[in-house]
């Protein structure tokens, strides 16, 4: 199934499970690189609220390394969470299929986000 959004130009499908699929694109305004996430929120029930809390906590976050959710949108029966994209390697990549320790994935540093409020 592909994804069609206005104002975004989706290039491929990065991942997939039985309710969501996982796309990158750009939006077509600025050419921003985006990850967005389509929920078939009809196939479950509770899943349309469950994603606009999970909007609403990422929009709350700020800090560097922290992905900003740009929009939450319609697409048929889909509901999309578009974010930010930041460059890089993905986690299942760099973990190569292991369990990581604590301190790799966390390394000791400044917090790397917080709450505004």
Do not use: C, N
Not at 28 to 44: F, H, M, N, Q
Request: aromatic residues 6%; glycine residues 8%; without cysteine.
């Amino acid at each position: 199934m592909s994804l069609t959004l206005d104002g975004y130009r989706i290039a491929r499908l990065l991942q997939q499970s039985s309710t969501t699929r996982v796309y990158v694109g750009e939006r077509e305004s600025d050419g921003l690189p985006i990850v967005a996430k389509a929920y078939a929120v009809t196939l479950r029930p509770g899943l349309e609220a469950r994603v606009e809390h999970e909007f609403s906590l990422v929009r709350a976050l700020e800090g560097r390394g922290v992905v900003r959710a740009l929009a939450l949108e319609r697409s048929g029966d889909q509901l999309v969470l578009v974010l930010e994209r930041h460059p890089g390697v993905d986690l299942a990549t760099y973990a190569e299929g292991r369990p990581m320790a604590i301190p790799e994935f966390l390394p000791k540093t400044r917090p790397l986000f917080q709450f505004s409020g």
